[in-house]
């Protein structure tokens, strides 16, 4: 069974940066593309990012080009690059591996001045 744990989260104030990383128990974590979501209170669950297995990404309209994903299976670590953070990026960070439903327990995102 694939482990997913976050780390990384934080408090910061509008403007900063954090860098979110996901590590997974294991190699094989590599055939699957990965997915950091979030999940604001009171509110849905939101996909933010997304990486294949041959490294392409996708991002949802409210992260485009303020967040960059990557991945790097030798380390076995999915990280999320969070730039020019707003208030509205508060929320809990979820890890996902597509292809085994696998979930990390989150980290904490605190964007505030």
């Known amino acids: 069974q694939l482990q997913l744990v976050e780390s990384g989260g934080g408090l910061v104030q509008p403007g900063g940066s954090l860098r979110l990383s996901c590590a997974a128990s294991?190699?094989?974590?590599?055939?699957?593309?990965m997915h950091w979501y979030r999940q604001a209170p009171g509110k849905e669950r939101e996909l933010v990012a997304r990486?294949?297995?041959?490294?392409?990404?996708n991002y949802s309209d409210s992260v485009q080009g303020r967040f960059t994903i990557s991945r790097d299976n030798a380390k076995r670590t999915v990280d999320l690059q969070m730039d020019s953070l707003k208030l509205e990026d508060t929320a809990v960070y979820y890890c996902?591996?597509?292809?085994?439903?696998?979930w990390g327990r989150g980290t904490q995102v605190t964007v505030s001045s």
């Open positions: 294991a190699s094989f974590f590599g055939i699957s593309a």
């Open positions: 996902n591996a597509v292809e085994f439903n696998a």
């Open positions: 990486i294949d297995q041959v490294h392409r990404t």
